[in-house]
């Protein structure tokens, strides 16, 4: 059976649990800046650059992953987000992009079997690719509208980099995720898809939009439901939302997504939203009980946690829904449907 049957035959059963953050995890570490640069000598300083610790701290890596599995999650999301050559110049480690890719899908997966093992239920890892600090919907220069500061097949080419590497590590699912430009997302798609091509093998995507205020829209101006209409041809394992707000402010998106989308639905809120120090105060059984109203309503079929949650979070979630029945996918009419920054359905 292929990772995508094993998922969507656990997805049938029970509503699956998917990881926490890790950037707010590792901060509570309080690592100095030679716990992140380790032995390496790249000229910049690496404090901050959470993908590295999988070379020079992989221990804090395994620990973080281990909690969660702990706390029962059945997807390892990779230390990833920002594993790519255009973040990752910043910190002068363009040339490690496919080691720190490697290496993490290699933790995790070894985690992943370790936990499998254990009791027999699959445990799953996601590779995830994050969108980049570069758009292609966007110009960063106000007085040069038609300027970008990179193109479609440059912005491939360097997911497909980091696709490879989280395969090669061994990653059942590629996750672009925190989606804020569709088209950045469209490169990425590309990419999957040329290295299932390759492979000779199906490579499922998993796809999670991020919103930037509250009607419901990424930064580059499309709705949840002009963005799967757009994404749809890809046909993603699962598609969602991560990020953005807390979860009582994706309760409306969370419904129109659960109610258009013919493929599992995946979403995994900040921990509420941050106090004026940027932290997160959202207790566990409140974010329990927030995205609990989705399950008990048949909205989803996997959860889990972004910035500010914590093991603590994704095991209340767990026991949450323990019991709940999971979405059931829906059958949409046939239509001819298509999206500019707003989604057009054809009339029968």
Not at 41 to 60: A, C, F, M
Not at 97 to 109: E, F, H
Not at 282 to 295: I, S, Y
Request: glycine content about 8%; charged content about 20%.
């Amino acid at each position: 059976m292929t990772p995508r049957d094993q998922f969507r035959t656990a997805a049938a059963e029970r509503i699956l649990i998917t990881d926490g953050a890790f950037g707010t995890e590792i901060q509570n570490w309080k690592l100095s800046e030679a716990d992140y640069a380790g032995d390496l000598t790249l000229g910049h300083d690496q404090k901050g650059n959470n993908d590295i610790l999988v070379l020079t701290k992989p221990e804090v890596i395994e620990t973080i992953h281990r909690a969660y599995f702990e706390a029962g999650a059945d997807i390892a999301e990779t230390n990833t987000f920002s594993a790519n050559r255009i973040s990752q110049a910043d910190y002068g480690a363009q040339a490690l992009v496919r080691d720190i890719n490697v290496a993490s899908a290699q933790l995790a997966r070894r985690l992943a079997d370790e936990y499998q093992a254990r009791d027999g239920r699959p445990r799953f890892v996601a590779g995830a690719v994050g969108p980049t600090n570069k758009t292609l919907s966007l110009s960063p220069d106000v007085n040069d509208p038609g300027f970008r500061e990179i193109d479609f097949d440059e912005l491939k080419d360097v997911y497909r980099e980091q696709i490879d590497a989280l395969v090669e590590g061994g990653a059942d699912f590629i996750l672009i995720e925190t989606v804020f430009d569709t088209l950045n997302a469209k490169a990425g798609v590309m990419a999957a898809i040329e290295a299932a091509d390759d492979l000779g093998r199906d490579l499922p995507i998993m796809l999670s939009m991020t919103l930037t205020d509250l009607s419901g829209r990424n930064l580059s101006g499309h709705t949840v439901e002009a963005f799967w209409h757009a994404v749809r041809h890809a046909r993603p394992l699962t598609i969602g939302l991560n990020c953005s707000f807390g979860a009582e402010q994706l309760r409306p998106h969370v419904k129109v997504l659960s109610e258009i989308c013919d493929t599992l639905i995946m979403v995994y809120p900040n921990a509420g939203l941050p106090n004026e120090l940027g932290e997160y105060d959202e207790m566990p059984a409140t974010t329990a009980g927030l995205v609990g109203e989705w399950a008990e309503a048949g909205q989803v079929n996997v959860l889990g946690g972004c910035c500010g949650s914590t093991p603590a979070h994704i095991k209340a979630i767990a026991d949450g829904v323990a019991g709940l029945a999971p979405r059931v996918v829906p059958v949409p009419a046939v239509r001819t449907r298509l999206a500019g920054l707003e989604p057009m359905t054809m009339a029968a």
